[in-house]
């Protein structure tokens, strides 16, 4: 079996060396591009018959964990693994038709393959640090992208976007120091096994080191009040920096902060907390998007309420305390719906307006592109009998058998705030008619044509799909904690832990 | 009184944290926005250089052990300075491109106010 870690290597390789390659090869860069997502997709799909069973480790410079940077391609992280890279692929696709989506193409040839490699990675670390390098590498990385097409108000929205981000990664390396200071380790998982192996852990600490952690996360993630700062960057940016943002970014960031969550939140004040905040984005960001008017703004609001509502599944999963239930899975699969959404959405939006973000062109126009976006919209608004209504039928069947009606009418009300919106931008690609001769090019048939048949394919699969993903997370956590090397270094380190509780 | 360089620390990092952070929220200069965040930064680096710090330890440098023929335990923890060395780079880099944006905003607006937002139909 190739290494998976490959596929983190080679993007980041060809990266850094793109400024070189882009001048040798000009266009044929998109290409090589291509070639390597190709190479990747191939490498997790044939690791992923494996990893079903249990996560592949890769120890980093062959150091034992936890004393080493470990990566674990654990089932899910393969599955968002692989998602991601095929989102890559589809997307360098779209873009190889040399239309100019940005002010300098080698700018984004050559970060592109570095958020690619850098949300691998954040998929499938288990090192805190790690976490924040690459979570780092991504954000800078963003900022460049978010620029890349300068319009009115892109330099000042930027300037937020780093405002807010950089906030969130003071808080998160705080969070970092402060937990390492008690555990004496940067592995998440020896991090869970000191918290349940010690009664007497000092839960007070560990927690105010959480509660940075995680509000660091909440500006990493765009929930409230994080997402003020990033708003404004879906509108003035490409619209293809938008399916990036949404269908990549969101997606590696929202799976880390899962993991993050789920093996650390030992207080129930923190989860209800989480739950507080992710419940204000879901319902804020809702009836923002019903106000506002420019397509990408309504989708990126779109993204943060999608965004909030996961968390919040999230958060009452473990506040019932019990993480393989089926709330968990199900919040899973939500996300990979919303990805495969948002993605669809961003690339053939991009087709059809103008710098205000106001629909110019129709269905007249691009009839292929229009189909995969009302696809789109029918699968993450939850239309039967597209795959987002069952999940989310099963999942408010889930919150009523545990008592949770309070939330399953918030659920309905944002759902509803959902259709109204995505039905009034339906409506107007059907109603505009642009005199404008313009047909659908064939880098948009490819890409357009897939997703749609897989959508199709997903929806007549819905309960096979549900199946599939229901997994026992906590079984795969044990495996991976197993890996953790014991012999005497628990013992050393219970005695650090003591002799640093005592000083303090 | 071993505790107390630790704690004069911490107050040290959190003052520069706290007011580097108010600055950047609250100045409606970018530059001054940039100071503030390179402030807050260089406040969380001195919480994390106090996390791995000891009294009475050496830095734990190979050579020094190898002249006092010592055990690692009279250094102090050399993760968090490791941590710090990266965070310092990263920070570099932000900043960076906090001062490209400023400068591009600049040109085109001839202010630095964050507020000057131009008209838009949304």
């Known amino acids: 079996m190739i290494n998976p870690i490959l596929t983190i290597i080679i993007p980041l390789l060809f990266g850094f060396l793109m400024p070189i390659l882009y001048k040798i090869l000009k266009n044929k860069a998109y290409l090589l591009l291509m070639l390597i997502y190709m190479f990747n997709i191939i490498v997790l799909l044939f690791l992923l018959p494996y990893v079903y069973d249990k996560p592949f480790m890769v120890e980093i410079a062959k150091v034992k964990p936890p004393f080493g940077i470990v990566l674990f391609f654990s089932f899910y992280s393969t599955i968002f693994s692989l998602l991601v890279n095929i989102f890559a692929f589809f997307l360098i696709f779209v873009k190889m038709n040399k239309e100019n989506d940005f002010d300098n193409e080698k700018v984004f040839l050559t970060i592109f393959p570095i958020i690619m490699a850098a949300s691998v990675s954040l998929i499938n670390t288990m090192d805190i640090f790690n976490v924040f390098v690459f979570l780092e590498i991504v954000t800078i990385s963003s900022y460049l992208l978010a620029g890349l097409k300068k319009q009115n108000n892109t330099d000042i929205s930027v300037i937020k976007f780093i405002t807010g981000t950089s906030i969130g990664s003071l808080l998160f390396l705080i969070g970092i120091s402060a937990i390492y200071k008690l555990t004496g380790t940067l592995n998440i998982l020896d991090m869970h096994q000191i918290i349940m192996n010690n009664p007497s852990f000092n839960t007070f600490y560990f927690s105010i080191g959480l509660m940075f952690l995680i509000a660091g996360m909440l500006f990493e993630l765009y929930l409230f009040p994080g997402n003020i700062f990033v708003i404004d960057i879906y509108a003035y940016s490409s619209a293809i920096s938008g399916a990036i943002f949404s269908g990549i970014i969101l997606t590696a960031v929202t799976y880390i902060f899962v993991q993050i969550f789920t093996l650390l939140s030992i207080s129930h004040i923190f989860n209800n907390m989480i739950l507080i905040f992710a419940v204000i984005t879901m319902l804020s960001a809702e009836f923002a998007a019903l106000t506002s008017k420019n397509l990408k703004r309504t989708l990126g609001f779109s993204s943060f309420g999608q965004s909030g509502l996961i968390i919040s599944l999230f958060a009452i999963s473990n506040l019932l305390g019990n993480k393989q239930n089926d709330i968990f899975n199900l919040a899973i699969l939500l996300i990979i719906l919303h990805a495969f959404a948002k993605f669809t959405l961003f690339i053939t939006l991009n087709k059809f307006i103008n710098k205000n973000g106001r629909i110019i062109k129709g269905f007249q126009n691009f009839p292929l592109s229009v189909i995969g976006f009302i696809l789109s919209i029918f699968l993450i608004a939850g239309i039967p009998p597209f795959p987002g209504f069952f999940v989310k039928f099963n999942i408010i069947i889930e919150l009523l058998r545990v008592n949770y009606l309070w939330f399953v009418i918030l659920i309905l009300i944002s759902a509803v705030l959902e259709i109204l919106y995505f039905f009034r931008m339906a409506r107007e690609l059907f109603l505009v008619n642009e005199d404008e001769n313009t047909n659908e090019c064939i880098s948009m048939i490819f890409p357009v044509s897939v997703i749609i048949l897989l959508l199709i394919l997903i929806t007549f699969n819905t309960n096979k799909s549900i199946t599939y993903m229901s997994r026992d997370y906590k079984k795969d956590v044990d495996f991976m904690k197993s890996k953790l090397i014991k012999s005497n270094y628990s013992a050393n380190k219970n005695t650090l832990i003591d002799s640093r509780s005592i000083k303090e | ?122």
């Not at chain 2, 440098?61 to 060395?85: E, G, H, T, Y």
């Not at chain 2, 965070?87 to 932000?94: E, L, P």
């Open chain 2, 1 to 122: 009184m071993e505790n107390i360089t630790g704690i004069i620390l911490y107050i040290n990092g959190a003052m520069l944290l706290a007011g580097g952070i108010m600055v950047a929220l609250f100045s409606k200069n970018i530059i001054k926005m940039i100071i503030g965040f390179t402030v807050a930064e260089t406040g969380v680096n001195v919480i994390l250089i106090t996390t791995g710090f000891i009294n009475n330890k050496v830095a734990p440098i190979l050579s020094k052990f190898q002249q006092m023929n010592a055990p690692a335990s009279v250094a102090v923890d050399p993760v968090p300075q490791a941590l710090v060395l990266t965070a310092i780079v990263i920070g570099i880099a932000v900043s960076a491109l906090f001062l490209f944006y400023s400068l591009r905003f600049y040109t085109d607006h001839k202010t630095l106010d964050r507020d000057h937002m131009e008209e838009s139909d949304d």
